[in-house]
């Protein structure tokens, strides 16, 4: 009989092809003596055999699959997936998997039974520990250990390191079926899009690869975090690195929490601690997965470790750098006296021994942060961008505040323009609030040829500064749109103060700037759009760009992150007044007075699109004509076909509705499919306007945004007035707290406002700067420097300045660009980049969901019930129908007149502050966003209440 199974105490570091990566480093700290939670490893064997009668379906679903469209590769490779689910797991592999979970129960057992026992082995071992198991006795009756189901790679399979991390890991899976069904779950995750696509372009043969399973027992920490045996930020080997937080890690993986960060020499002596506010933590939840609770107030400012804890883990640290011979960084977790290793990969980012250690002044405490404690086993390698290779630059790099803005890939040329630009924005922000940036500490990143940024420069700049205020200040920064406190720590040092005094003037004073910035800022726009392009050198245009780039969009850029930035504070503000007197309806009531706000660009925009509607609905001849003569897909050359412009134009009342449409590309035009320059803008393609008109015509006059707007403009003022009454109570609320609300309320609705106006004048640049460089693309090509016209937007401005000084081909360069970009294209990038490796948020088992209810985060009042229509991308937005549930991955402002005719929104990331959350509350529509997965956990035609007031989506049964 074939052993499927191999205990921890069987592997070594040797046998990885045998068990993954995982398994081999946990195999190896166990026999290496180390306390690692006992389990085992499901061998990559037990995969092959389990698919060994399933291999003519998979060729079979392959070879249907147009590996060229993306759409189609995503649907077969769910058919894959669920048809692997579905298969039952060969007899013998079952078995032994039962009788291994049996087993491990067993050993839990046993180490319990002596935990009462004077010196006994329990006494040391994992009996120490408050394993999940419930009763003992009903645990060996029932077999409902909790254990982590884990994928892990096995490198003979899958040789390019870039392709770990797209496997499954399950939490808190409980029971012998539930174990056998993510076993499957884990198997079937080698087969997702993103795995396929990579496997298709790398030429690996997709019948080789395997994958093996790691099923662990589960501590319910009382403390858990990361252990770095040397500093990753200033390279010392004398000095180790420690986060810790209460519960379970996955707090600091979803960003959940500020972790605690202690800096300690070797011997265990602390040089530095920062103490952060710890609100929130992770346990399991009852019937599987994880939830999330409440700290007891007690400990929310108190360590998570006390002094005597933090030497023991500095001792167990050298003991694992002692093993390995080399620093490493450790995931532990901390349980009833006892530390236990979780995880632990070497630290690929330090310099040699040789090598002069330096340490930036003012930058000792600035270590990693909200890192995550379940990491793939190994992580990708950052695509070799023109800006910067992460793999190279130690610290934490951050991109939740750039997922929403540019959820796809960037183009380098495009990178090329905005990572000064927003160096420099950040510079300015930290300037005006009287802070100075630090000059030696990197503040922008790109990987996977997307913006980061960098977590350390952040904190450098407000290093004045306590460390409370300090870490709520960055992770406002890091991610102005995410989920905050409803008040911000204060101070009263200079450095705080000072900021507050800076923060009340730009607040008061910008408003009145605002007009005139735009105003210069548009003349400049006129000026470019008016150059006679083709008559310019080609070092004439580049100086243009330059010119018009950073001397005049850089200061819109810069105004516009700081907007952002004061709307978190001032709607925190708005929270702190409100809270004492409606307390945990605090967060409904704000978010409907920022609502119905008048003068919102995007809503602008949308009810034109809503205009060209209603006149296309006015002749039957011009809605058969949009309706038979559909645009092409996007991505296939211009959106609006010739035929149909020339029915259009050959109809009279069609050529009334052209002239109409004209008009409002030459007002809106500039509007961006997606934030790149490298895609063409409304005015070149149409596509987008046209999917809306075509999905308003059926809608009725109830849908109308300005009937919307009308009504929630009424019913935010008087919900105003009534708060007003409310808190003129007492003499202190009708003398102090009034006006004050009044005065932040005014302020925060602003500001909310103008945030949309901001990135509409910003995108005004796109057509004239798509111009000049088409026109350079065209004049290179037919030099024979470049292939395609399109070339141009694979290399950065600095090299195109290089290019028109000494003319020759970049072909090489431009083709390994491009091929990067497309299979970027097909990645998801990791939120965090932590020392080059990518940081991955686990999915929780238990159905991704418990009490059939997903959690989010509140973006727009109210609560609605309907069902759910799946769209992922502009491609599908005209599966859209009249009040069906919205489920995206994100929302942009191209997506926004799909809120006319949605019943609700649910989205995958995104907060109250998110531009989504802004439309939704325009139109009056709940919204949830930041639903982990939302995508794959909801499904089209499901029925679903989304519940704006709490932030959660109920499964209607």
């Not at 707290?737 to 932040?744: D, S, T, Y």
Request: proline residues 6%; charged residues 25%.
């Amino acid at each position: 009989m074939n052993s499927f199974i191999r205990a921890f105490s069987e592997i070594t570091k040797n046998d990885v092809p045998l068990v993954g990566g995982k398994g081999a480093n946990l195999g190896e700290m166990t026999c290496a003596g180390l306390p690692v939670p006992p389990g085992f490893c499901v061998v990559a064997d037990a995969y092959r055999e389990f698919t060994a009668h399933a291999q003519e379906t998979i060729a079979r679903i392959l070879n249907e699959t147009r590996m060229d469209d993306a759409d189609d590769v995503e649907n077969k490779t769910a058919q894959l997936r669920e048809f692997l689910i579905m298969q039952p797991m060969p007899i013998e592999i079952a078995e032994q998997v039962r009788a291994a979970y049996l087993e491990l129960a067993r050993e839990i057992e046993g180490r319990e039974g002596g935990e009462g026992g004077e010196g006994g082995e329990g006494a040391e071992g994992i009996g120490d520990t408050r394993y999940a198991i419930g009763d003992r006795q009903s645990a060996m009756r029932d077999s409902r250990i909790r254990v982590a189901v884990r994928s892990s790679a096995t490198a003979e399979d899958l040789p390019d390191a870039s392709f770990a991390g797209q496997q499954d890991t399950y939490l808190n899976v409980q029971g012998e079926d539930a174990l056998l069904e993510h076993v499957k779950r884990c198997w079937a995750s080698l087969w997702t899009a993103r795995a396929v696509m990579y496997r298709h372009k790398q030429g690996y043969a997709h019948d080789q690869v395997a994958l093996a399973v790691v099923v662990q027992a589960m501590i319910e920490s009382e403390v858990a975090g990361i252990l770095f045996t040397a500093n990753p930020v200033n390279q010392n080997r004398a000095e180790m690195v420690l986060n810790a937080s209460w519960g379970l890690g996955e707090a600091i993986v979803a960003g959940l929490v500020t972790p605690d960060t202690w800096i300690v020499q070797k011997d265990g002596g602390i040089l530095e601690r920062d103490i952060a506010t710890k609100d929130l933590a992770i346990e399991y939840a009852p019937g599987g997965g994880t939830h999330e609770v409440g700290v007891a107030d007690e400990k929310r400012d108190a360590p998570s470790l006390d002094d005597a804890q933090l030497q023991a883990l500095a001792a167990l640290g050298v003991q694992v750098e002692t093993h390995y011979a080399r620093p490493m960084d450790i995931e532990w977790a901390y349980a009833r006296g006892k530390f236990y290793m979780l995880q632990a990969r070497p630290i690929t980012t330090l310099a040699t021994e040789s090598s002069p250690v330096t340490r930036h002044p003012d930058v000792s405490s600035r270590t990693p942060r909200n890192l995550s404690t379940m990491r793939d086993d190994a992580s990708p390698s950052p695509t070799q961008s023109p800006i910067s290779n992460l793999q190279s630059l130690p610290g934490e790099y951050n991109r939740s505040m750039f997922i929403e803005i540019f959820p796809d890939p960037l183009s380098p040329a495009f990178l090329s323009v905005i990572a000064p630009l927003f160096h420099s924005m950040l510079d300015f922000t930290f300037e005006t609030l009287g802070f100075t940036p630090p000059r030696d500490i990197p503040a922008i990143g790109v990987f996977y040829n997307q913006p980061y940024f960098h977590r350390e420069y952040i904190e450098a700049a407000f290093a004045p500064l306590s460390p409370q205020v300090r870490a709520a200040l960055v992770t406002q920064i890091v991610n102005p749109f995410g989920k905050h406190e409803r008040k911000l720590p204060t101070e009263a040092s200079p450095a705080f103060l000072g900021m507050v005094a800076r923060l009340l003037r730009f607040m008061t004073g910008f408003p009145k700037q605002l007009p005139g910035l735009i105003a210069a800022y548009r003349v400049e726009i006129d000026q470019l759009n008016a150059l006679p392009i083709r008559d310019l050198s080609d070092h004439e245009i580049l100086a243009r760009i330059r010119d018009m780039c950073y001397d005049h969009a850089s200061k819109l850029l810069n105004y516009d992150f700081l907007m952002i930035a004061l709307i978190g504070i001032t709607y925190q503000m708005l929270g702190s007044v409100l809270e004492r007197y409606y307390g945990d309806d605090t967060e409904q009531i704000r978010a409907k007075l920022i609502s119905g706000v008048t003068g919102n660009v995007t809503m602008e925009t949308n009810k034109k699109i809503w205009d060209l509607a209603q006149s296309a609905k006015q002749s039957a001849s011009v809605r058969e004509i949009l309706r038979i003569n559909s645009p092409l897909p996007l991505g296939e050359g211009l959106g609006v076909r010739s035929d149909v412009r020339e029915k259009l134009q050959a109809d009279g009342d069609g050529r009334i509705f052209l002239a109409e449409l004209d008009a409002f590309l030459e007002q809106y035009g500039h509007r961006e499919i997606r934030m790149d320059i490298l895609y063409p803008t409304w005015s070149e393609d149409p596509l987008p306007v046209l999917q809306f008109i075509r999905g308003y015509l059926d809608v009725d006059e109830q849908a109308s945004p300005r009937r919307q707007e009308a009504r929630l403009v009424q019913e935010r003022e008087q919900l105003a007035q009534e708060v007003s009454v409310h808190v003129q109570r007492d003499v202190a609320g009708r003398f102090a707290i009034a006006p004050l609300f009044q005065w932040v309320l005014k302020n925060t609705q602003a500001h909310t406002r103008e945030r949309d106006t901001m990135h509409f004048e910003l995108t005004r640049l796109f057509p004239p700067l798509r111009r000049c460089l088409l026109e350079l693309g065209a004049r290179w090509q037919s030099q024979g420097w470049l292939d395609e016209t399109d070339d141009i937007f694979y290399l950065t401005l600095e090299e195109m300045q290089e290019l028109a000084a000494s003319p020759h081909a970049r072909r090489e360069v431009i083709q390994t660009r491009r091929a990067e970009f497309q299979e970027n294209l097909e990645r998801t990038p990791p939120p965090i980049v932590r020392d080059g490796v990518g940081v991955e948020i686990v999915r929780t088992a238990s159905g991704e969901h418990v009490d059939g209810q997903l959690r989010g985060i509140a973006g727009s009042p109210g609560v609605a019930t309907g069902i759910v229509r799946v769209v992922r991308g502009p491609r599908e937005f005209e599966k859209l129908q009249r009040g069906e549930i919205l489920v995206a991955p994100l929302t942009n402002p191209v997506w926004t007149p799909l809120f006319a005719i949605a019943g609700g929104i649910v989205t995958q990331v995104g907060g109250i502050l998110s531009h989504g959350a802004i439309v939704a509350r325009e139109y009056g529509i709940p919204a949830v966003m930041a639903v982990p997965d939302a995508t794959n956990l909801l499904h089209d035609g499901q029925a679903v209440t989304v519940d704006g007031n709490r932030g959660i989506v109920i499964l209607e049964t």
